[in-house]
């Protein structure tokens, strides 16, 4: 028994069911092209999606399926139904790891284990949010710029250094914009150390903090000062790939000149066990490109 799985690009996933079925058959074909071409034995496709066995009868087909029926052609093969509860094979890589889970019940617990209930993380945000506002808020209230902007404004000035005032207001002695708590320079960094670096969120792109950040606060040029933490923030240099296309040297890799010279290997392992057997070998020519499958133990 042998697997071949592959994932579908972003076109393929809007296709209808119909479509995508096909698709299956037909990628099959071309991944053991060399195997399939060469027989002369009746190839007996099984599938679970019944209106595919009329397929090759079928008058009315679109530009793709005619794509699709000029490479099923050079086959010898036969389309028949099987429902997926009678075809227990199928998908067994995807179902690899639910039977290793069934084998244990403790097993199982421990893997879909809640860690933060849903209570636990809702008084975490609920929390860090109240306290980092209010701490805002206070050094709002205290802040030597923000007391130049609130007594620009208490002049009737229309703006003040780069910042138009049409749309600031004082409520209680505090600096809003907009609906927006105005954040006095000294806390842009403590801001965003509180938005940015803490677990819950995943350190988040740019995009999105600068979207967490204006829902409840405003300074002057924020999205210049999001941008550049988020450039200095290790974690994120560590665990993002990086666009840059220079980064470092790369070589290719030497072109074999004859076949079975240079083989790669793999291994599939932890299958459902098929005759004493649940590991596949893989060996393929660097060369010509083709595979064969040895049974393991």
Same mark, same amino acid.
């Given at each position: 028994?042998?697997?071949?799985?592959?994932?579908?690009?972003?076109?393929?996933?809007n296709?209808?069911?119909?479509?995508?079925?096909?698709l299956?058959i037909?990628?099959?074909f071309?991944?053991?092209?060399?195997? !399939?071409k060469?027989?002369?034995?009746?190839?007996?496709?099984?599938?679970?999606?019944?209106?595919l066995?009329?397929?090759?009868k079928?008058?009315q087909l679109?530009?793709w399926?005619v #794509?699709? /029926? %000029?490479?099923? /052609?050079?086959? %010898?093969?036969?389309?028949?139904?099987?429902?997926?509860?009678v075809n227990?094979?199928? =998908?067994? !890589?995807?179902r690899?790891? !639910?039977?290793?889970?069934?084998?244990s019940?403790?097993?199982? $617990?421990?893997?879909?284990? &809640?860690?933060? @209930?849903?209570?636990?993380?809702n008084?975490?945000?609920? $929390?860090?949010?109240?306290?980092?506002?209010?701490?805002v808020?206070?050094i =709002?209230? @205290? +802040?030597?710029?923000?007391?130049k902007?609130r007594?620009?404004?208490?002049?009737?000035? /229309?703006?003040?250094y780069? &910042?138009?005032?049409k #749309?600031?207001?004082?409520i209680?002695?505090?600096?809003?914009?907009?609906?927006?708590?105005w954040?006095s320079?000294?806390?842009?960094?403590?801001?965003?150390?509180?938005?940015? +670096?803490?677990s819950l969120?995943?350190?988040f792109?740019n995009?999105?903090?600068?979207?967490?950040?204006?829902?409840?606060?405003?300074?002057?040029d924020?999205?210049? @000062?999001?941008w550049?933490y988020?450039? %200095?923030?290790?974690?994120?240099?560590?665990?993002?790939?990086?666009?840059?296309?220079?980064?470092? !040297?790369?070589h290719?890799?030497?072109?074999?000149q004859?076949r079975?010279?240079?083989i790669?290997? #793999?291994?599939?392992?932890e /299958?459902s066990?098929?005759?004493d057997?649940?590991?596949?070998?893989?060996?393929i020519c660097?060369?010509?490109?083709?595979?064969h499958?040895?049974?393991?133990?």
């Amino acid at each position: 028994m042998i697997f071949y799985s592959k994932s579908m690009i972003l076109a393929e996933i809007n296709y209808h069911i119909y479509d995508k079925k096909l698709l299956i058959i037909v990628q099959c074909f071309k991944h053991w092209w060399f195997e !399939l071409k060469c027989t002369e034995l009746l190839i007996q496709m099984f599938i679970d999606h019944q209106t595919l066995k009329i397929f090759m009868k079928n008058k009315q087909l679109s530009q793709w399926q005619v #794509n699709y /029926l %000029n490479i099923l /052609l050079k086959f %010898n093969f036969q389309i028949i139904f099987r429902s997926g509860k009678v075809n227990t094979k199928v =998908n067994a !890589l995807i179902r690899m790891f !639910l039977v290793n889970v069934l084998k244990s019940a403790q097993h199982l $617990e421990d893997c879909f284990q &809640t860690i933060l @209930t849903f209570d636990k993380v809702n008084v975490l945000f609920i $929390e860090s949010k109240a306290n980092l506002y209010q701490r805002v808020w206070m050094i =709002n209230q @205290t +802040d030597e710029f923000c007391s130049k902007y609130r007594q620009a404004m208490n002049e009737n000035k /229309l703006k003040f250094y780069i &910042t138009k005032l049409k #749309n600031c207001e004082i409520i209680n002695d505090v600096l809003f914009r907009k609906d927006l708590l105005w954040v006095s320079e000294n806390m842009h960094t403590k801001l965003l150390q509180e938005v940015h +670096d803490q677990s819950l969120i995943f350190h988040f792109n740019n995009k999105r903090i600068i979207d967490l950040v204006q829902r409840f606060y405003y300074w002057s040029d924020h999205q210049a @000062t999001i941008w550049w933490y988020i450039q %200095n923030c290790h974690a994120c240099q560590r665990s993002k790939v990086s666009k840059d296309s220079i980064n470092e !040297l790369h070589h290719s890799l030497s072109i074999s000149q004859k076949r079975w010279k240079d083989i790669v290997m #793999n291994f599939i392992t932890e /299958l459902s066990l098929s005759e004493d057997y649940y590991v596949i070998c893989i060996i393929i020519c660097c060369l010509i490109k083709k595979h064969h499958y040895v049974f393991c133990h």
